[in-house]
């Protein structure tokens, strides 16, 4: 679910930072309700990473079409749960849990898999939501168009 709150905020704000700051509150949050889960710091890595990948192909193109949503947004999950993985593995994993996995890389690789499932999850919530007619605005709307737009998304995930 976490490449789900990325891709979303991603979609909806299209500026660079915006999964970054979303992977920084989570982790505040995290840290909140479980002080030791110094292991939720691969999520804040994977959440900069998944934010400069989709940058550097940029907004206009990843979001153009859905065949593009799927072609950028499933990558960029899949690059940076492995990116997590890894960060994990190499600092935060104890050695006997990391050999029963394959290693780092065997552990980067599970939440590479982890990653493909979030990104999938994510294209088909931006599909859906764009499909009912809840689409990226610049901000220049009414509070009545903002009212309307609302509902749809709400009738449509109903």
Known sequence: M????????????????SATMVGLIA????FIINPAGVIFLGF???SVIFDLVIWVIRYDRVFQKRTH?????????????AVAGLVIGTFFMA???LLKWGGVLGWAALHA?????GGILAFTLIAT???????YRNGN??????????????RALL
């Open 95 to 97: 050695a006997p849990a």
């Open 141 to 154: 709307e009414s509070g009545r168009d903002k009212h309307f737009r609302a509902r749809r998304l709400e």
């Open 2 to 17: 976490g490449f789900c709150a990325l891709a979303l905020t991603v979609w909806w704000t299209r500026k660079l930072g």
């Open 27 to 30: 982790t505040i949050i995290n």
């Open 69 to 81: 949503v799927a072609a950028s947004v499933i990558p960029a999950s899949f690059l940076s749960a």
């Open 129 to 135: 939501v764009a499909r009912a007619g809840f689409s």
């Open 44 to 46: 804040t890595a994977a």
């Open 113 to 117: 898999a982890g990653g493909v499932v």
